[in-house]
């Protein structure tokens, strides 16, 4: 019997510790395939996004293909809208004679039900699916209620032939055809997504890409190296993508780009659609953003060349942190047990990560008050215009460091 290759093996420790307990039927994709695209869809109409996929040029079709996995709980009312939608994919094909994979899972159980589970059982798939032809591929993520660039196609087949482990593809919500308070509201949105990423890297800390479940990619082999993706409702991206980063080979393309659909949505109690219902019902505003006095702290202890754990205690805002968050200062504690004085800078920014970045930016914010989106913006990156003009700077800025 031949050995198995290193995807094969992780393929089955993956199975025997993560995969997610629903059975389809496998995918049989070609030999050629070098990425795999999962959408996952719960009452979309696919039309949305395979047009825009069907202006992709392609060199070779069978060298990518999409997995669109129809899903719900059990028992809601959309069972016979998806299956028929199954159906219907089954029969379609695509102008660029790409190949279109349908599947359905309608029988989820309703206290797991979400994007995160139905995420992880379509690249649970593409895993499989890899595996079977013992390539080493990229599973890519995406939405049904977005568009995509003409080149998106070709860039991820190239993307998928260099060592990269992850990748952040760069997105831009379409403002034509909005009503002018939507516009307003996605404009504030995505500026503070910016911002926010853009802080980050402003102080120096490697974990600050954008975490948009519907434009992040990861290879096979590290898919399941990390666990595969989580079961979470929401949010499931941002952690997702905060255990992929660190293992390396993680970049930004800004060769294709990902367009997501500026809608409002009560389906999760975070993301695009769920800022755009808050500030619609006057429950939030993206006027004022984080205090750049925040991202000052954090570069001042980042980019400290001595940085120890003797030196990071006598800072009065790290100390208050760790008192305040006792589970933190714990794992912390367990943390310096380990370390030794001439690593300790490079693992003390593995452990944190960017869900204890975010506690102490929250932690921050408590005493430090937001400041209005100009003065921010200008402050902190020299940004001093208009909010349009101001978000096209960002996403320029965020294009130029994603020249990949």
Not at 1 to 22: C, D, G, I
Not at 180 to 185: A, K, M, N, S, V
């Amino acid at each position: 019997m031949a050995k198995a290759s290193n995807l094969q093996s992780l393929q089955v420790f993956y199975h025997q510790r993560f995969a997610a307990e629903y059975s389809l039927e496998p995918l049989e994709i070609s030999p050629a395939t070098k990425a795999l695209i999962v959408v996952p869809a719960y009452n979309e109409n696919p039309d949305y996004l395979i047009k825009s996929i069907e202006q992709c040029a392609l060199t070779n079709p069978n060298e990518i293909a999409l997995l669109w996995l129809v899903n719900q709980a059990e028992g809601e009312e959309h069972y016979d809208f998806h299956k028929k939608q199954f159906r219907d994919l089954e029969q379609r094909q695509l102008a660029n004679e790409m190949k279109i994979y349908p599947s359905a899972v309608l029988d989820l159980k309703p206290k797991q039900a979400g994007v995160g589970l139905a995420r992880k059982i379509g690249m649970d798939l593409a895993l499989d699916a890899f595996g079977a032809i013992d390539f080493d591929g990229l599973i890519v993520c995406l939405d049904g209620d977005c568009q995509v660039s003409n080149n998106y196609l070709q860039s991820l087949i190239e993307l998928a032939q260099t060592p990269l482990k992850g990748l952040a593809i760069h997105f831009e919500h379409p403002l034509d055809g909005l009503s002018e308070t939507d516009q307003e509201y996605i404009i504030k949105y995505e500026t503070w997504l910016r911002y926010y990423s853009q802080a980050l890297e402003w102080a120096g800390l490697p974990w600050y890409h954008h975490t948009v479940g519907s434009s992040m990619a990861c290879r096979a082999s590290t898919y399941a190296q990390i666990g595969g993706m989580n079961r979470r409702k929401a949010g499931e991206d941002f952690y997702f993508l905060h255990k992929l980063m660190p293992q390396g080979n993680f970049v930004s393309t800004a060769n294709a780009v990902v367009y997501p659909q500026a809608r409002i949505s009560e389906r999760v109690p975070f993301g695009t659609g769920r800022a755009m219902l808050e500030m619609k019902i006057g429950n939030k505003d993206f006027l004022n953003l984080y205090n750049p006095l925040i991202f000052k702290i954090l570069k001042d202890i980042i980019s400290n060349e001595n940085l120890s754990a003797e030196k990071l205690v006598e800072n009065a805002y790290w100390l208050d942190f760790m008192k305040e968050h006792l589970k933190i200062e714990s794992s912390y504690q367990a943390l310096l047990k380990r370390l030794n004085t001439s690593n300790f800078p490079s693992q003390f920014l593995l452990w944190f990560d960017g869900f204890k970045v975010l506690k102490f930016v929250h932690h921050l914010q408590s005493t430090i008050p937001d400041l209005p989106a100009k003065e921010a913006l200008e402050d902190l990156l020299g940004i001093c215009d208009d909010p349009l003009p101001a978000l096209i700077e960002l996403r320029q800025r965020d294009r130029n460091r994603g020249r990949t």
